[in-house]
């Protein structure tokens, strides 16, 4: 019996030593409107924002709006991209995403912030992005 449990460990810590180590880092971002950040080896600028129709926190909408922000992607010095990206009260237009990952990054939880509340007049300035990215590395 004791013969049987020594193989059956045995066998499942060779299984357990044959998977690839995959570590994940994860980093958190805030870009500040007309403000630019590094994200890897990504240039993100958030130069626009040309809609926020969102229903403010304290009012009763028949339906959310909209908000569109417009992006820039550089890589080291040259335009990858301009884009304006969409947020629904759904989701988000995936392109950003997409445009991303096609660069190795995973971009995740990202929002337009501060909401607007019904009684305060926001002023583009004090708009900003927040997201998170994700990468990882085999080892």
């Not at 709006?65 to 969409?86: C, F, H, M, P, S």
């Not at 990952?101 to 929002?111: D, E, H, P, T, V």
Request: aromatic share 12%; with cysteine; proline share 3%.
């Amino acid at each position: 019996m004791n013969r049987l449990l020594f193989i059956l460990f045995f066998l499942c810590s060779l299984g357990m030593a044959a998977q690839d180590s995959t570590t994940t880092k994860v980093k958190h971002y805030k870009i500040a409107f007309g403000k630019t950040v590094l994200v890897e080896h990504l240039k993100i600028e958030f130069k626009t924002l040309s809609l926020d129709a969102r229903c403010p926190k304290e009012v009763t909408c028949i339906r959310g709006g909209e908000v569109i922000v417009g992006l820039a992607v550089y890589d080291k010095r040259a335009l990858l991209q301009e884009l304006n990206l969409t947020f629904y009260p759904y989701g988000m237009t995936e392109f950003l995403t997409g445009l991303l990952a096609s660069n190795g990054i995973s971009i995740k939880n990202l929002q337009l912030l501060p909401y607007p509340k019904a009684d305060f007049n926001q002023i583009n300035s004090n708009y900003y992005l927040e997201f998170d990215t994700l990468t990882s590395k085999t080892e």
